[in-house]
């Protein structure tokens, strides 16, 4: 099932530049990237204060939704039209696929382009498009959404 | 201290994604179906967080630490490798069959939503499997 949705440049920008500063403050500040592929698969260690930051971070994601609500009055749409077997195999795949290539969109894509890092880089191109890919094969070949 | 900048981090980063719409997969998915029901917000996404994230990654450079820790921890940047190559595609077909990327998918937990459950539960499988299986 696909869902139209609007394109909402000024909302797109704005959001941006909120993670483009959380990105930049947590590296200014605390001299960490904000990947949160890596963040998240560095929870699983015995360091007390590794673990501690990482999930303060992640409590913050949450905090920052609940805040979005609290302002705005509703919740925030999360329409997911994949069917659950490819939610699964896709989540399967963004875990494994993060860690081997050490980065998601925001450590590859906003936090190692922004240190200009060569890996990175190429990380951001190769995501994007085998993502593009997949979408079209999915919905225009397969027609399995 | 140590909690409190992650914390705040935490907060805008989750604001930025619920501002901008990329907790929703409809939107992001959108994004990446050019030949369908192209919705380019993501790309705006993208430049309004490396119009701030670039300058200030390249003034912090210049520190010999960051203001309140002993060094900046950055990975490699130039090794090119088999890995790097192979994961990010892999990780490409994911999130292109969910629609989620790792930040997204942990945030709209927040909203209830089951098919973020279902991915975050895949996607630490998925991490877990590389750490203890594979990973040489």
């Keep these: 099932m696909v869902n139209v949705t609007e394109f909402t440049p000024w909302a ?3 959001g941006g530049l909120l993670i483009g500063l959380s990105a930049g403050l947590l590296f200014l500040l605390a001299g960490r990237i904000s990947g949160l592929s890596g963040i998240t698969a560095g929870l699983f260690t015995r360091d007390r204060e590794e673990i501690q930051w990482r999930a303060a971070f992640i409590v913050g994601l949450w905090l920052g ?26 989540g399967f795949l963004v875990g494994l696929g993060t860690r081997m290539g050490s980065g ?18 190429l990380a951001t191109i190769i995501f994007f498009s085998t993502a593009l890919l997949t979408v079209y094969l999915v919905r225009h070949v397969g027609r399995w959404s | 201290m140590k909690i409190l900048i992650p914390l705040f981090c935490g907060i805008l980063f989750g ?5 901008s719409g990329m907790v929703n997969p409809a939107k992001v998915l959108n994004f990446l179906d050019v030949a369908g029901q192209w919705d380019p917000t993501l790309a705006l996404v993208f430049a309004g967080a490396l119009l701030v ?10 520190r010999q630490k960051p203001v309140a820790g002993d060094e900046f ?6 090794r090119i490798t088999v890995k790097l190559v ?21 945030t709209a937990l927040a909203a209830f ?12 499988t998925g991490m877990l499997l590389w750490r203890f299986l594979l990973q040489d």
């Design chain 1, 12 to 14: 797109g920008l704005g």
């Design chain 1, 65 to 90: 939704a609940i805040i979005y609500t609290a302002v705005t009055g509703h919740i925030m749409r999360v329409d997911a039209p994949s069917s659950l077997i490819l939610l699964a195999v896709g």
């Design chain 1, 104 to 121: 998601c969109t925001a450590g590859h894509g906003i936090c190692g382009v922004a240190r200009l890092s060569k890996r990175s880089v």
């Design chain 2, 15 to 19: 604001l930025g994604l619920a501002v």
């Design chain 2, 53 to 62: 994230a670039l300058p200030v990654y390249q003034l912090s450079l210049r």
């Design chain 2, 73 to 78: 921890k950055q990975p490699d940047k130039d």
């Design chain 2, 86 to 106: 192979a994961g990010a595609a892999i990780f490409g077909i994911g999130w292109g069959l969910a629609g989620f990327c790792p930040g997204p998918g942990l």
């Design chain 2, 113 to 124: 939503s089951g098919a973020a459950v279902v991915f975050v539960v895949s996607m630490l």
